[in-house]
């Protein structure tokens, strides 16, 4: 597609339950993003994939957090036995290359866990 | 402290005001970048830059690396520039220069 699509918009669910959210970027972008926005706060990075390197998972607030990107293109991050706390806004974005590149951000998936 | 400052949090303007909006940091950095976030919208890019100033319509953004600063401008605003304005760097350092720090963005409303 033209831009970052990240899908569900929106999200509700129950603590403990699990949840995909999943990001497919910009057609020959090698390096994606995942933040975090929680309300009043800043983006906090969570993971950066870089084509075929091993991703950097330096940002995943728990071992709850997981992400994969299949075949170097759609992406999906997995939050397991979903707290409060997890509630936010998801964002995604793609770069054409990681270091230097201008950043594509998807409209985001917002979580609220209940 | 956060690595990256923005003044104001919060900024009300009438329209046609000329509006500046002030990012400073402290690291050393390869690009800063402003972005755009629209109420309950997506993020959009607005610059990045690395060295002097870059112009798009009526927004103009200018960075001083020896101050570790960087301001935003808008000229002639409108209420639709309305939006919450974040300010991020990238770091210099070689492992990790992929990662951006943001600021806490600046909300900024422009009444008719």
């Known amino acids: 597609g033209a831009g970052v699509s990240q899908s569900p918009s929106n999200k509700v669910t129950e603590k403990g339950k699990d949840v995909e959210l999943r990001c497919d970027p910009i057609s020959g972008h090698t390096a994606l993003y995942w933040y975090r926005q929680s309300l009043g706060q800043g983006l906090e990075f969570l993971i950066y994939f870089q084509g075929n390197s091993a991703p950097d998972k330096s940002g995943l607030p728990s071992d709850r957090f997981s992400a994969e990107r299949t075949g170097g293109s759609v992406s999906t991050l997995t939050i397991q036995r979903t707290q409060q706390e997890d509630s936010a806004v998801y964002l995604c974005?793609?770069?054409?290359?990681?270091?230097?590149?201008?950043?594509?951000f998807g409209e985001g998936s917002r979580l609220t866990v209940l | 402290k956060n690595e990256v400052e923005q003044s104001p949090q919060n900024l009300t303007a009438q329209e046609g005001e000329f509006i500046t909006i002030n990012c400073s940091y402290s690291?050393?950095?390869?690009?800063l970048h402003w972005l755009q976030q629209h109420p309950g919208g997506g993020i959009v890019s607005l610059f990045m830059?690395?060295?002097g100033k870059k112009k798009h319509g009526r927004l103009i953004a200018t960075i001083n690396i020896q101050e570790k600063h960087s301001s935003l401008h808008i000229t002639a605003s409108h209420p639709r520039d309305s939006a919450v304005y974040i300010c991020?760097?990238?770091?210099?350092?070689?492992?990790?220069?992929?990662?951006?720090?943001f600021g806490k963005g600046t909300l900024l409303t422009v009444n008719p």
């Open positions: 830059l690395s060295s």
């Open positions: 974005a793609s770069s054409l290359q990681g270091t230097t590149g201008e950043l594509f």
């Open positions: 991020a760097v990238r770091s210099k350092s070689g492992g990790s220069n992929y990662k951006l720090t």
């Open positions: 690291v050393g950095i390869s690009a």
